[in-house]
C-alpha cells in the first residue's frame, strides 16, 4: 500500500461522506420537483452526480494505490426540507464540512509526507472552493428573492446563471 492506514481509512470514510451528500442532494431535487420547480431540481441532481463523482475518485484512487475499498454505511437523508433557503443552507453547511475534512486528508498528508495524496488532493481543495463560493451565490440569491419568488430563481437557472 502507498498510503498509510490512517490516510486509507479517512480516504474510505470519504466515499461514504460524498454519497451520503449525493444522497442528500437528490432529496433536495426531489423536493424542488415536487414544487414544479424544475431548474432548482436539476441543480441538486447535477450536484448529487457530482458527489458521486467525487465518491468514485476516492474509490479509484485507493484501488491504484494499492489500498483496501471499505465503503462505510451511508446514513439516510433528511427528507423533510422546510424551504428553499433551507435547502441551500443544508449545502452550504454540507461543502463547508467536505471542505475541513479535505484539509483534515491534506493535514495528514503533510504530516506523513506522503506527497502523492498531497498532489491527489489539491484537486479536491479547488473543487471546494467552487462549491462553497457556488452554493454562498446561490443562499444569497434564495434570500433574496424570498420564498413567494422562487420562479425568479428558476428564470435565473434558465439564462445559465
Known amino acids: ?51 458521486r463523482e467525487h465518491a468514485m475518485k476516492f474509490f479509484d ?10 465503503i462505510p454505511a451511508i ?28 484539509y483534515t486528508m491534506v493535514d495528514l498528508a503533510i504530516q506523513e509526507k506522503d506527497y502523492a495524496s498531497q498532489n491527489y488532493l489539491q484537486w479536491f481543495v479547488a473543487e471546494q472552493v467552487e462549491e462553497v463560493s457556488s452554493m454562498e451565490t446561490y443562499l444569497q440569491i434564495v434570500q433574496r428573492a424570498g420564498e413567494k419568488n422562487l420562479l425568479m430563481m428558476e428564470a435565473y437557472f434558465s439564462h445559465g446563471e
Not at 485507493?62 to 489500498?67: D, F, K, P, Q, W
Not at 437523508?77 to 475534512?101: G, I, L
Open 1 to 51: 500500500m502507498q498510503i498509510s492506514k490512517t490516510m486509507s481509512d479517512l480516504m474510505n470514510a470519504q466515499i461514504g461522506n460524498e454519497l451520503g451528500a449525493s444522497n442528500q442532494y437528490l432529496q433536495i431535487s426531489a423536493y424542488f420537483d415536487a414544487q414544479a420547480l424544475k431548474k432548482l431540481a436539476g441543480l441538486f441532481k447535477k450536484q448529487a452526480d457530482e458527489e
Open 61 to 70: 484512487h485507493l484501488n491504484e494505490v494499492g489500498a483496501t475499498v471499505n
Open 75 to 102: 446514513p439516510a437523508p433528511k427528507y423533510d426540507v422546510a424551504s428553499a433557503e433551507e435547502a441551500f443552507k443544508m449545502a452550504v453547511a454540507w461543502e463547508k464540512e467536505v471542505t475541513k475534512q479535505v
